[in-house]
């Protein structure tokens, strides 16, 4: 089966940077669009940041300037790098990846989440 390993995730000062990662395993035979979502405390899951294929990237404006994201498509892996964190990006972060296991199929595919705390 197909998995997405997070990874990167923790607790960090105001102002502080992280950087988190998600890996794509299992029968894959290609990976499409890749992305982050967090999911604050009584809120909804939003989306932070999209990558395609073919590198083309969107942001959440509270994000923009702040947050990058790009991958690796050798190792099937998307990266956030989170820089100027704020209290107010605390969240559960989820992976997500758009997935043809093969050919004929596709689909969504969401990592367990990473927490990320950010203290003022």
């Known amino acids: 089966q197909v998995q997405l390993a997070e990874s990167g995730g923790g607790l960090v000062q105001d102002g502080g940077s992280l950087r988190l990662s998600c890996a794509a395993s299992?029968?894959?035979?290609?990976?499409?669009?890749m992305g982050w979502y967090r999911e604050a405390p009584g809120n909804q899951r939003e989306l932070v940041a999209r990558?395609?294929?073919?590198?083309?990237?969107n942001y959440a404006d509270s994000v923009k300037g702040r947050f990058t994201i790009s991958r690796d498509n050798a190792k099937n892996t998307v990266y956030l790098q989170m820089n100027s964190l704020k209290p107010e990006d605390t969240a559960v972060y989820y992976c997500?990846?758009?997935?043809?296991?093969?050919?004929?199929?596709?689909?969504?595919?969401w990592g367990q989440g990473t927490q990320v705390t950010v203290s003022s």
């Open positions: 299992g029968i894959i035979f290609r990976v499409n669009a």
């Open positions: 997500n990846a758009q997935i043809n296991p093969t050919p004929r199929r596709d689909y969504d595919y």
């Open positions: 990558i395609t294929s073919g590198g083309s990237t």
